[in-house]
């Protein structure tokens, strides 16, 4: 997967930009880099680890970082919403388009 970039997220808004879009690509990017960050952390350890509580059980317990990184693949998914670039908000437009030219 490459790294998003302003100039790239740019491209995908095209003529639809608007400047209140400066602050949203700006949070895509910093999450982004969150996101990034979780995923290798996660991949050099366990999704799994033992946990001995106070009266000295031991369980398991799902690595906590999966959860923060499910949480940022939630933001990053909502920032692409609110941008209006999620795949089915372009199969809505193209299907809006193929309707106005049916109606010709």
Same mark, same amino acid.
């Given at each position: 997967?490459? *790294?998003?970039?302003?100039? %790239?997220?740019? &491209?995908y808004i095209g $003529?639809?930009?608007? !400047?209140?879009? $400066? $602050?949203?690509? %700006?949070?895509?990017? &910093?999450?982004?880099? +969150?996101?990034r960050r979780l995923? =290798? !952390?996660?991949? @050099?350890?366990?999704?799994?680890? !033992?946990?001995?509580? @106070? =009266?000295? =059980?031991?369980?398991? *317990? /799902?690595?906590?970082? +999966?959860? !923060?990184?499910? /949480?940022? +693949?939630?933001?990053?998914?909502?920032?692409? @919403?609110?941008?209006?670039?999620?795949? =089915?908000?372009?199969?809505? *437009? +193209?299907? &809006?388009?193929?309707?106005?030219? %049916?109606?010709?």
């Open positions: 997967m490459s *790294v998003p970039t302003r100039k %790239k997220l740019m &491209e $003529e639809s930009y608007k !400047e209140s879009d $400066e $602050e949203l690509i %700006k949070l895509y990017l &910093e999450t982004h880099q +969150v996101y995923k =290798a !952390e996660i991949k @050099k350890s366990d999704l799994m680890f !033992e946990y001995t509580n @106070k =009266a000295g =059980a031991t369980n398991p *317990v /799902k690595n906590p970082l +999966v959860g !923060e990184l499910t /949480k940022a +693949v939630q933001t990053l998914n909502n920032l692409l @919403k609110s941008m209006g670039l999620t795949p =089915a908000q372009r199969k809505k *437009v +193209v299907n &809006e388009d193929d309707d106005d030219f %049916k109606n010709f």
